[in-house]
């Protein structure tokens, strides 16, 4: 299976945190996956770090490329086309980085590791 990471998925992964699902867990451990971390994912931690809402990034943000690369995971550039994608999906859900980890999904057909139901109204696979 090919995944992709919620900014959320990713953080409670490196974490360690409860709050990442047993299934989500399970199936980014599994050594049969591929799983990817978007670069809207490391603007949306490095925004949100310097903006002071996510204080415990911390030891992250200097380097988010290494810390996906020691996990295994796999950088998923964004493109024109998932920008355009991104850019003509209908407005159910306001947050820039959540419509950009959708288009990419769709358009790679990757599985979206979230806790987000609400990014189902766009039709995209998502494991939780």
């Given at each position: 299976m090919r995944l992709l990471l919620d900014t959320h998925a990713f953080l409670w992964w490196l974490e360690g945190n409860r709050r990442l699902s047993k299934k989500a867990r399970g199936t980014i451990a599994d050594q049969l996956n591929t799983v990817f971390l978007s670069a809207a994912s490391g603007w949306e931690i490095t925004t949100k770090f310097r903006l002071g809402k996510?204080?415990?990034?911390?030891?992250?943000?200097?380097?988010?490329?290494?810390?996906?690369?020691?996990?295994?995971?796999?950088?998923?550039?964004?493109?024109?086309?998932h920008a355009q994608r991104a850019g003509l999906l209908p407005g159910l859900h306001r947050d820039p980085f959540d419509r950009m980890l959708v288009a990419q999904a769709q358009s790679e057909g990757l599985v979206l590791v979230s806790n987000d139901k609400m990014l189902d109204e766009y039709g995209t696979r998502r494991l939780w």
């Open positions: 996510l204080p415990g990034a911390a030891e992250i943000v200097d380097d988010i490329q290494s810390v996906a690369l020691s996990q295994a995971f796999s950088p998923l550039p964004i493109t024109l086309v």
